[in-house]
């Protein structure tokens, strides 16, 4: 494990410095995400003017579950960005020169493109979190460091397991993999609203299939101390970083899975 | 070293209906039809051996690289490098193996070599002082000291080709696998690409396996040729009996002084004829060559003449054509 770690950060160094050049246009990148941030802050606000609340949640409230959701995707978007390549790898068969090396071929893929851009995310995201809960009115302690941190590191693990799962599909067809791409975009979008206000097949599937909603829920039910409508057990709130760990667990044996059903292609 | 029975591999191929109405039904329907890339091949390679894996496009030779090397499961079939099994044992069985494929890099694009060489020393583990004796070891033997620090994309195919090689064989791995080394260099670079190897092969005992369009490359290298067709293994033996296997046969070249009609002895066949120079193809079994001289000199008046060897292209040429 720390030899792989070790020598993801040497491949990593690598390709940043081949990719230094673009960096003037990461600027109006970070630019335009700065924008939709706020797009789409406006959009809940809206949404709260008609509604006042949204299933007995506050404004503040579902602007934290954004600012939640931004963070992880951002993380797990910058951990996942090498896996965006894997379709162009598998249709030109440089895939190949990754399963002949002594290194998992993640370690190997994953540093391959780092996208720098996706900080400014991030960072509106955490802007969103923490003006979120201090208007709230939440006065951070060691229970509720704990609570966010997990949450997010949760939240964050499913993500990059989806991802996976979305490019170990491209070793059958291109297409299946933009098909499963859906759930992972529909689950973020999702996980920024308390699943409790969705039909309830919708509802279990991204608690209990996809756990998107699972790990973002139940530990903001404990933050805000909300009324959960779904009398689901109580130990759900505790056992999120679990459930994400095993989700991604399925996700690492998927990919394997796949690896052998690569084809290659013809020389 | 290398032992493989039995082995095959089935692609499942898409049939895909074309057109917008095709399309849409190829998302809910999909039919699949099964081709046999490699059929029941069975060989063994000793360690040092240098062997020579011949056949035309599409007869299975990149798909049993791709087996040997654990890039590809097997659907049937046993493979054993060293007492691994590499579809298996993928890692352990990279640590031991070298790979050079012809029309894919192994170094990173936007990189100069030798950085490519201390990215792939840590991935391998090499100890950083052996990788510094063998990086400066086919730095001399390869020269590559000119372009060492030149991004790889702007390097030519033959210094490319050099670099490859030393990528592969900077853990020092006990076999070789070269899928078309040589293809789209010129005379000058697939010459010293074929003493480097015979170098590894014969001094450092290196098995290599080697598959190539190139028979200039089998002949100077190996003693031993493998041909598959159709997915299966048609000839295993030396280059001299893959020769002798269809007779042995001749070409001798004839410039005439006169564009006149040629009537040939027994055991002759006319190649081909381009006015006043013919090609002629004689089985040594029949006639000998001093013979058939003695022969047409008698009849008709010659310029110059040349006996040939028949080229290694000809008898794969026949035994393709046998075969179907």
Known sequence: MRENISIYFTLLKAYTLGQMSYRSSYLYEMLGMAILTLVNICGIYIIFETFESVGGWSFWEVVYLYGLTTIAMGIAQLLASGLNHIPEFVRTGDFDRYLIRPISPLVHILPYSFALHRVGRLIQGVIALVVSLYMRGIDPGGFELWIICSTLFSLMIVYFALFLIGATFTFWTIQSAELFNAFTYGGMEMSKYPVSIYQPWLRNIFLFIIPVGFVSYYPTVILFNKHEPLNSPEFFQYITPLVALCFLAAALKFWKFGIKHYQSTGS | ?324
């Not at chain 2, 890692?91 to 990189?111: C, H, M, P, S, Y």
């Not at chain 2, 598959?211 to 290298?221: A, G, I, P, Q, R």
């Open chain 2, 1 to 324: 070293m290398i032992k493989v029975s039995g082995l095959e591999k089935e692609f499942k191929i898409m049939t895909h209906k074309s057109g917008m109405v095709g399309a849409t039904k190829n998302l809910f329907s999909r039919k699949h039809t099964t081709v046999k890339a490699v059929a029941d091949v069975n060989f063994e390679i000793q360690r040092g051996e240098c062997v020579g894996y011949l056949g035309p496009n599409g007869a299975g030779k990149s798909t049993t690289i791709k087996m040997l090397t654990g890039i590809l499961v097997p659907t049937r079939g046993s493979i054993s490098v060293n007492g691994i099994t590499p579809f298996e044992n993928r890692k352990e069985n990279a640590k031991q193996i070298g790979v050079v494929f012809g029309q894919r890099t192994q170094l990173w694009w936007d990189l100069p070599p030798i950085e490519s060489f201390d990215l792939l020393g840590k991935i391998y583990k090499v100890p950083s002082s052996k990788l510094k004796k063998n990086i400066d070891n086919f730095i001399d033997i390869l020269d590559l000291e000119k372009f060492l620090h030149t991004p790889v994309r702007k390097l030519s195919l033959g210094q490319k080709m050099r670099c490859e090689l030393a990528a592969a064989l900077l853990h020092d791995p006990e076999i070789l696998y070269l899928d078309e080394p040589t293809i789209g260099l010129d005379v000058m670079a697939k010459d010293s690409i074929r003493q480097f190897l015979k170098k590894i092969n014969e001094e450092d005992k290196v098995t290599i396996l080697l598959t190539t369009h190139d028979l200039d490359d089998v002949e100077s290298l190996c003693k031993r040729v493998m041909v598959i067709d159709n997915g299966k293994l048609i000839h295993d033996d030396s280059i001299a009996s893959l020769k002798g296997r269809f007779g042995n046969y001749k070409n001798l070249e004839l410039d005439l002084e006169n564009d006149e009609e040629v009537h040939l002895p027994v055991g002759c066949e006319l190649v081909r004829r381009d006015g006043k120079k013919i090609m002629v193809e004689f089985n040594t079994d029949i006639i000998k060559a001093p013979e058939l001289i003695t022969n047409l000199a008698g009849k008709h008046s010659l310029i110059d003449l040349s006996v040939h060897e028949r080229p290694i292209e000809e008898v794969i040429k026949r035994i393709y054509q046998t075969e179907v």
